[in-house]
């Protein structure tokens, strides 16, 4: 049984660039929550899908979007990258009537220059 | 507002030797805490849960204590190991919301 899966493991970008960021839930799983990890810092909340809707945002500018596919995926997108943006982008899944079970993947390292 | 923080950034502690991990939260509204070991390199792992009507719980060799009258959550490691080498964080869940806040961490490192 897999767990969350991330992809890609790192990415460099250009500020100003676009990234988009996937996610593939654990198996049975149907929301996927986002969050923004930097260095030494707990995981800051970005936002939450379920039903392919986004149910809960974080303080996050619009710059930071998302989206939920039927099978459950998901991406992050972060449109005109700034500097403070690089961190490690972490997906969680869990199921919608258990919301506080949530498995962790490993993670996107994205570094901003 | 929403916060929690932990007292220690790092914790240093023997092999063998039990391990305490403070944390405070600022939210009385919060429902829910978890603990969370994260290694190096990985995402953070589930340890531990308690709701806020409990204020014990046990796991295998861990054991979170909640007080609610100081808003003080704990995680006690039985007989540390040096694979308890990690970055630990508590987290809540406000009551209605359906995200975690998390605290900045502590580095637990074990001594041989």
């Known amino acids: 049984d897999a767990g969350v899966t991330q992809s890609p493991t790192h990415l460099i970008k250009t500020r100003g660039q676009q990234v988009t960021l996937r996610c593939s839930p654990k198996?049975?799983?149907?929301?996927v929550s986002w969050y923004q990890q930097a260095l030494g810092q707990g995981p800051q909340f970005i936002f939450q899908y379920y039903e392919e809707e986004e149910r809960q945002r974080g303080n996050f500018p619009d710059r930071f979007s998302g989206h939920q596919f039927p099978n459950y995926s998901s991406e992050l997108n972060v449109n005109a990258l700034l500097l403070g943006d690089s961190a490690l982008y972490l997906c969680?899944?869990?199921?919608?009537?258990?919301?506080?079970?949530?498995?962790f993947g490993p993670g996107t390292r994205l570094t901003v220059t | 507002g929403e916060s929690v923080g932990l007292h220690l950034p790092t914790l240093s502690v023997q092999e063998g030797d039990n391990s305490i991990i403070n944390c405070a939260y600022s939210?009385?509204?919060?429902?829910?805490f978890i603990w969370y070991k994260q290694e190096s390199g990985k995402g953070p792992q589930f340890i531990i849960d308690?709701?806020?009507?409990?204020d014990k719980r046990q796991g295998q060799r861990v054991t979170v204590l909640l007080n609610k009258t100081v808003k003080h959550l704990s995680l006690q490691i039985a007989a540390t190991q040096p694979g308890d080498s990690a970055v630990y964080f508590c987290?809540?869940?406000?009551?209605?919301?359906?995200?975690?806040?998390f605290g900045q961490g502590t580095r637990l490192t074990i001594n041989p």
């Open positions: 939210n009385s509204a919060s429902d829910y």
């Open positions: 308690i709701r806020s009507n409990m």
């Open positions: 969680a899944s869990s199921l919608f009537n258990h919301p506080y079970e949530q498995y």
């Open positions: 198996s049975g799983h149907d929301t």
């Open positions: 987290a809540e869940n406000i009551q209605g919301a359906q995200k975690l806040v």
